[in-house]
């Protein structure tokens, strides 16, 4: 933050770093890109930018990078009052507030960065994409909702919903589709698989066909689990199992200190104030089988989704 000396050959070194990871996380693995890009229609590009543009960038735009655009970029964001520092273990505050005064205090201010907007819409209508994957022997479906911003008071039932969906092998999804039909090789939800969201977010319901089986009657059986919770909602023995997993998941994270210092950060950005990570966890346990029937009719609905059906490539 102080000063990074930005060269073409670092450039040129961190460009190829990139290229490598998107060979690893989206090019070279199947169903990957339907997930990292495919997705992306779901955002207006225009009115919000930040989540209908690719988190890694193609090829020809890592290409186009230039010293210059990243010696602006970070200057602009990688400045002292555009940043929140958070710190966590045993140690005397007073010690602490003067090693960051040291080591911090005498960094310039920037000019404030342009303010982040997303204008993203709900129920625009119901919108659909086939995508053909060289890597899948299989051809797949993705259902994807859209869902509020992670600050949300119906972010928790929604969290909890797609545990019950599809996290695990006792899933509703994995139950119907790969055990009792045999439908799908594998199925599984995601709720915003790239992290929490000021803008508006989304539920993914992603299922792999068996061999044989067409993806036409995948979809289907995909569809109805996901979209039935709003008529019949769910067990109360589900609900307390999604949260106890919820719940074990924020024990563990207790116990490390970079992990406590990630959900100090993510109360201070996502949820308005760091004092929020003491609380959060009740937003969860308040959370009731009414709740959750009624977040799926509001959220998971045809007019409020995007379907992408996934081929593989003819050999």
Known sequence: MRGLNVTPEGLKNQVEAVKEERRLRVDNQPYSKAIWEGTLLAFDSKNCFGYGHSLIGSMAEL???????????????????????????????????KFIEEYFGGIPRQPAPPPVVCDQK???????????????????????????????????????LSTILGSGESSRLNKVLARDTKAALAAQTLLNPFGPRRGPGMLIGLAIANQGVGVDSVEKLLTREITQVAQTGVTTEELTKA???????????RQRAFALAEAVQFANTYLGSP?????????????????????????????????????????
């Open 63 to 97: 290409d186009a990078a230039k010293v210059e655009d990243v010696q602006a970029f970070f200057k602009m964001y990688y400045a002292p009052n555009n940043v929140t520092l958070t710190v966590v273990g045993d140690f005397n505050p007073a010690e602490a507030r």
């Open 122 to 160: 709900l129920h625009t209508g119901a919108m659909r994409q086939q995508m053909t994957d060289d890597k899948a022997t299989l051809p797949a479906v993705i259902a994807l909702y859209h869902v509020p911003s992670t600050s949300s008071a119906d972010l928790p039932a929604l969290e909890l």
């Open 243 to 253: 949260k106890n997993q919820y719940r074990a998941g924020k024990m563990e994270e």
């Open 275 to 315: 004092d929020a990570v003491n609380t959060d966890l009740e937003r969860y346990a308040k959370v009731t089988v009414d709740d959750i029937k009624r977040v799926a009719a509001s959220y998971l609905t045809a007019d409020n989704s995007l379907t992408i059906t996934i081929v593989p490539e003819k050999k």
